[in-house]
C-alpha cells in the first residue's frame, strides 16, 4: 500500500463530507490564526519599544538618587536629593568612557508669549544633553557653557510649545517668552521628535541652562538626573561601573552603604519593557494555544463520530483487502489533512488579521516566521495526537462485525 | 478431476457468548475445485454465512484446516489474510455494501487502491473494463443513489472482478433483488464462471437460485447435510429469454 494511494483515498472521504471538514477545521484555523496574530502583535509592541528606545541612543546612561537605606524611611527617588555639580565634575575629570554628560532638573510651569499661554516643562540641561539625545536645534543655536555659567535666561524650544504660543509663520528665535513669570530669550527651536515608546510627547519641552532653572527658578543645588552618553555601545558596562566608582568616592560611602544613586542604561530599560511584553505575548500565546487544543479535541470528536458511522465502510475495506495500518493510516490523514489544511488557512487569516490591526489600528505588528512554523507543527502534531485514537480505533475493528454493524 | 482451489477439511467454529458456546459449524468438510461454481443453502442460522466468511479469509475456524490455492490459510497473519482477500478473493454482499456518494467508477477501483503494484492509469483502465465486463460501461459517474438494486449489485460484482481473483463469494447476493433481476444477476455469474472460469460459491436459500449452479453443499445444524452435483444445470439466460418482459404492472 504507498502511501499516495491512502491520501487519495482520505481526501475523496473529506470531499465526501465538505461542509463536516470544514466545520473541524474552524476550531484549527482560529487557533493557528490567533497564535499568530497575537505573536506578531506581542513582537511588533516589543520591536517598537526597542526601536524607540534605542533611538534615544543606546549608549545613553541615566544616573538617579536612590533612597538610602540608613536614612531610615525609603523616600519616592524624586524627593531623593543626592546629586550635585559636585558628581558632575568628578565624573568630567575622572571618567574615561564617558564622552558626555549632562545634569537634568526639570520644573512644571506655564509658557506665555503674549497672549497665548501653554503649560509646559523645563529641562535645566548642559549643552551636550543635545548630544547625549542625539537631538538637534531646527532654527537658532544652542546655549554655551558660558550661558551656563552665568545662568543665562535663554532657552530652546520643542515644536509643541512653539505651536501652542507661537501664531503660524511666526519666527520664534529672538523673541521673548514667559515661564513662570521669568523672561527667557528664546535662542533657538528644537526639531520635532514625536512620541516617545511610552506615548508621551517628546517635543513638549524647554530647555535652559541647568543653573537657570537651578537657581532663577527651584532655588536648589541639587538634580534629578545626570546624563552620561558612554563613549561607544560596547563600554556602557565598564562605563557604568566607572561612574558607581566615582560616585560612591563622590559621596564617600563607606563600603557596607548602599549606593544613594543608581546608574541605568538604555539596554536594562530595553530589558525592562521587553520582559513586560514579553510576558503579555506569553499570556496571549498561551490563550490561543488552548484555542488550539479545544480545536484539536474537536478533530477528535469528529473522527471518532466519522469511525463509527464509516464502520461498513471499515469493514468492507478491509474485506477487500485493506490490513489494519491501511485503515489506521487513511482515517489518520484524515485528520492531519484536516488539520493542515486548517492550519494553512489559519496561517493565511492570522497575518491578514495582523496586517489590518496594523491598518486600522496602527499598533504595530511583526509576523515571525517562527511563529507560523510553530503554529504549523503543532498543527500537524494537533493532528496525530486527536487523530490516532480513533483511528487506532477504526483499524482494530473486526471485518466481519463491522460489515454487519447497522 | 482438475485442480481443487480449495479445501475444507473437519471445519469448526465455535462462538464464545459469555458463558456459553455457540457451535456454528461443527466439522464441515469438502473441496471446491478450480472453474466450479458451486452454491451453499441451508435454512437460516445454519452456518452459511459463517462458514462463507471463513472460505473468504474474514473469519478464522476454530479448528480444522482450509487450503486455499495451495496455501494453508491456518498460519497467516492478519495482514497475510488481507493480502489474500485483496489478491485472491471477490467478495459480493446481499447489502452491496458500496461507498455511498461515490462515483461507481470509483467503488470498482476501491480494491485495487490496496494493491500498490498498480498503477493510477491501469486501475482506471482495469475499473472501466470490469464494469464493461457487467455491462455498466454508461454508468461509471452514477453514484449509488443513482443507480437501481441490480445495478447496484452489478457494481458490487464488478468491484470483486477487478482485482482478478481466483474465485468469487457471495452471501445472498440476489437477496435484495426481484426475482427477474435475480435472474439477470445469475446469467452474469454464469458467464463469469463458463467463460472466464471464475470459481464461484454462492450462498443462497432459495432452491431456485441454487438450480443455476452445477452444485449444490447443503447445511444443516452447521453440518454438511447433502453435497449434489446438479445434473439439470438450468441456464439464467434462457430462463431470463422465456419469461416476458413486461412482466410488471
Ligand atoms: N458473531 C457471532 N457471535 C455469536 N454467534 C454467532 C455469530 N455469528 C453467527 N453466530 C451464530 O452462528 C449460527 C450460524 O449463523 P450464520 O450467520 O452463519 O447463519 P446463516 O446460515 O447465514 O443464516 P441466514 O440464512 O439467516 O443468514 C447462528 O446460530 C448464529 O446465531
Ligand atoms: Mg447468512
Redesign the pocket.
Known sequence: MNVMNLIRIALRALQRNKLRAFLTMLGIIIGVASVIAMVAIGQGSKKSIQDALSSMGSNMITIRPNSNVTAGARLDATSVQTLTIDDVKALQKQAQYISFISPAVSTRGQAINGALNWPTSMQGVSPQYLDIRKWHVKEGNVFTEADVNTAAKVCLLGQTVVNNIFAPGEDPVGKIIRFNKIPFNVIGVLEAKGENAFGQDQDDVILAPFTTVQKRILATIYFQNIYVSATNENTTKLATAEISDILRRSHRLKPADEDDFAVRTQEELINTFSSTSQLLTILLTAIAGISLVVGGIGIMNIMYVSVTERTREIGLRMSIGARGIDILLQFLIEAILISITGGLIGVALGITASKLVTTFLSWPTLISQSSILLSFLVCGMTGVFFGYYPAQKASRLDP??ALRYE | MPDKILEIRNIKRE?H?GTEI?R?LKGVTFDVAAGEFLTIM??????????LNILGCLDKPTAGEYILDGTGVGKLSRNELAKLRNHKIGFVFQAYNLLPRTSALENVELPLFYNSSISARERKQKAIKALEAVKLADRLDHTPSQLSGGQQQRVAIARALVNEPVMILAD?ATGNLDSRTSYEIMALMQELNQQEGKTIVF?T?EPDIAAFSGRTVM?KD?KVLKDTVNEAKKSAKDVLASIPVTDDY
Open positions: 466481519i462485525e | 462462538f457468548m455457540v456454528a441451508g435454512s437460516s442460522g445454519s452456518g452459511k454465512t459463517t462458514l445472498e450462498v436459500h447445511l452447521g
